[in-house]
């Protein structure tokens, strides 16, 4: 199957400093990507919807100007996480497809990042 | 909406059987089912796109009722494997995005 690669896995920031997380399909072209967040013991909540050449589109609740999504290529899509505070500690997750997922084609994962503010 | 899954978790000893529902409250076109371990990134299962379709590998099977707006996972024999949290996924809207249910987190034990 198709590979997505996130880095890093974890990092561990000071609060008020910014994040930068990145999510690269490694052997397909992904004009679109999706960044999802995790909190312990709930389900993943998508975030935003990074399109390659445009802004990005969030979902409602979501800051756009705390979570700044770039896709500057069809390979790479970045999340950074502005001014991170001890509650945006959480799993991001950043997922893409080949093609609509309302035909046969599954969603492929990056392996998530691990954030910590402290 | 998020679709909501139950039961909301389970606990099994190796070789039984469970069933994981997920409801829709809008019109299913597919859906996706993903498992994922403690810490990891989900892990792709299967899809069923038509309405009646069932579907499986190994001993992991599911089905998929379009009427309804439902879909179930059958796990026949449950190895130690199967352990960890299962979501389905449903498209939302005209975009690609995936939409994860409220997961079921599955627990067997020898």
């Known amino acids: 199957g198709a590979v997505v690669s996130q880095h890093p896995s974890w990092v561990i920031c000071k609060s008020g400093t910014s994040v930068k997380i990145e999510c690269r399909s490694l052997d397909f072209q992904a004009t679109t990507m999706f960044w999802y967040r995790q909190f312990p013991k709930q389900s993943l909540m998508l975030m935003a919807t990074?399109?390659?050449?445009?802004?990005?589109?969030?979902e409602q609740g979501v800051e756009k100007d705390k979570f700044l999504i770039n896709h500057a290529s069809l390979t790479l899509s970045t999340l950074t996480v502005t001014s991170a505070h001890p509650e945006d500690s959480s799993f991001y997750i950043c997922?893409?497809?080949?093609?609509?997922?309302?035909?046969?084609?599954?969603?492929?994962f990056g392996q998530g990042t691990r954030l910590t503010v402290v | 909406q998020q679709p909501v899954q139950s039961p909301q978790a389970v606990i099994l000893r190796e070789g039984e059987d469970a069933v994981i529902n997920c409801s829709s409250s809008?019109?299913?076109?597919?859906v996706h089912w993903y498992r994922q371990k403690h810490g990891e990134a989900p892990v792709f299962l299967m899809i069923?796109?038509?309405?009646?379709e069932q579907k499986g590998h190994d001993k992991i099977s599911a089905s998929f009722n379009e009427k309804k707006q439902q879909s179930s996972l059958y796990l026949t024999a449950s190895q130690l494997s199967y352990s960890g949290t299962y979501f389905c996924?449903?498209?939302?809207?005209?975009?690609?995005?995936?939409?994860f249910g409220t997961g079921t987190l599955l627990a067997v034990q020898p």
């Open positions: 990074s399109n390659e050449g445009s802004k990005a589109t969030y």
């Open positions: 069923l796109l038509k309405g009646g």
């Open positions: 809008k019109a299913l076109y597919s």
């Open positions: 997922s893409a497809t080949a093609s609509n997922p309302r035909s046969n084609t599954e969603a492929f």
């Open positions: 996924g449903t498209p939302g809207g005209a975009t690609n995005k995936l939409i």
